[in-house]
């Protein structure tokens, strides 16, 4: 069974423009959430989604914001980007009915210059 | 690699020690816990899972134990290994982790001696 996979890898933006991220969850998993790493910070939930609606979302700006689709695969977007966004974002995905053991893709690297 | 975190605490072990990782959460209500493996580029791997209603939990070579008085986790590892070299996240949630979200300890830096 293939695993969470997160595209793209790698992305380097400028201050003040938006970046897309993609996530496709393990077959069969209903539910992605998304989290920003940080060294500073460590993993911070950002998002959960389930079923297409946003069930759960942390503390963050607006400038953060996702969605779901039908087939369970979800995008994250991050709007007027700040240095301060540089960051690994991961997502995850469960059977949310089975409980929160959650499978982790590699992540994505944003790096904002 | 990536680093995933600048001044993590370090556990220095030689192989074939045993390894206890140690965790303090925050929320009394938490009610269902998890402990992650990050090596450097990549995502978080589950290791071991516990419920609060159990205090001991045993897999392969790994085991958790809760202790809800102090609000405390650990990750013992039996016979570490070269590729045990690692951070070791835990995490915390409630609703017995229906909600979809985890909060994330710090981690600690694991690093394994041949």
Redesign the interface.
Known sequence: KAGVTQTPRYLIKTRGQQVTLSCSPISGHRSVSWYQQTPGQGLQFLFEYFSETQRNKGNFPGRFSGRQFSNSRSEMNVSTLELGDSALYLCASSFRDRGAEQYFGPGTRLTVT | G?????HLPTLSVQEGDNSIINCAYSNSASD?F?W?KQES??????II?IRSNMDKRQGQRVTVLLNKTVKHLSLQIAATQPGDSAVY?C?E?TY????????????TKLSVKP
Request: glycine share 26%.
């Open positions: 990536e680093s995933v975190g600048l269902y998890i992650y580029g990549k995502g978080p791997q589950f899972d996240f995490a949630s017995g982790g229906s909600q979809g979200n985890l909060i994330f300890g710090k981690g």
